[in-house]
């Protein structure tokens, strides 16, 4: 038989998430990420969802990992890496926890985890987002920080969020985590891309655009 205060813990821990409501952080443990991006890990991952499924909204997510799963009939937007990064993050912005502080470092996601979430979603696109949805992301200006890419334990499905947390006040100290940091580059022909702000491209296609250092943009035939 359950312990009475291990129920008691157990409902407040539930409580918990269903004050903390969809998309809203139940406390300021999370401010390392919404002072960043200008959104809650919640929100983000709503807004991706979206792109492929419009009327997706952010449950209370549950309290062991997955919080979520990647259930919906076009599952290009969730049927990845990122979004399963971002799902693991909206745990801890739903339930308060995630400071840093006096030990509370956050949800881990056991091995195989990452597998439970895709729940047969197809083929899964790891350390990216298809090529359809990255360009739907950044034309809705979709803000996905640089370390949502990376890492990710998508051999083995585990998560860590204390090493996703270091990696993440790294990127964004060195001035190397821009929300749109993946939109930063331009299809020029024949799958050679340019940096947006860059004047030089290290290949010529055979056929389409390309720049040359005076950015100067001319058309090979």
């Given amino acids: 038989m ?14 918990g998430g269903v004050q903390a409501g969809n998309t ?3 406390n300021n443990s999370m401010d390392w990420f919404t002072q960043s991006v200008g959104e809650t890990p919640c929100r983000v991952y709503e807004q991706l969802r979206r792109l492929c ?31 399963f990064s971002l799902s693991m993050l909206c745990m801890s912005c739903q339930y308060g926890i995630g400071s840093g502080e006096n030990g509370d470092f956050d949800f881990d996601a056991p091995v195989g985890t990452y597998a439970q979430y895709l729940n047969n ?15 739907a992301a950044c034309n809705a200006k979709l803000k996905l920080p640089a370390y949502i890419y990376k890492p990710s334990w998508t ?29 930063n580059q331009v299809l020029v022909g024949n799958g050679t891309t340019i940096d947006r702000d860059s004047t030089s491209v290290t ?6 655009f390309y720049v040359k250092k005076e950015g100067i ?4 035939f």
Avoid at 217 to 220: T, Y
């Fill in 53 to 83: 499924v419009p009327s997706f909204n952010i449950k209370n997510m549950s309290y062991v990992a997955p919080g979520d799963k990647c259930i919906d009939q076009l599952g290009d937007c969730c049927c990845n890496s990122v979004a």
């Fill in 155 to 183: 051999n083995t499905g585990e998560w860590y969020f204390y090493y996703t947390r270091l990696t993440a006040q790294l990127r964004i100290g060195s001035g190397e985590n821009g929300t749109d940091s993946r939109c």
């Fill in 121 to 135: 979603c197809g083929k899964a696109t790891n350390e990216s987002l298809p090529d359809s949805v990255q360009k």
């Fill in 24 to 26: 809203t952080c139940l």
């Fill in 203 to 208: 290949s010529i296609p055979s056929g389409g």
């Fill in 217 to 220: 943009v001319g058309i090979v």
């Fill in 2 to 15: 359950l312990n009475h205060s291990f129920i008691i813990v157990l409902s407040l821990l539930a409580l």
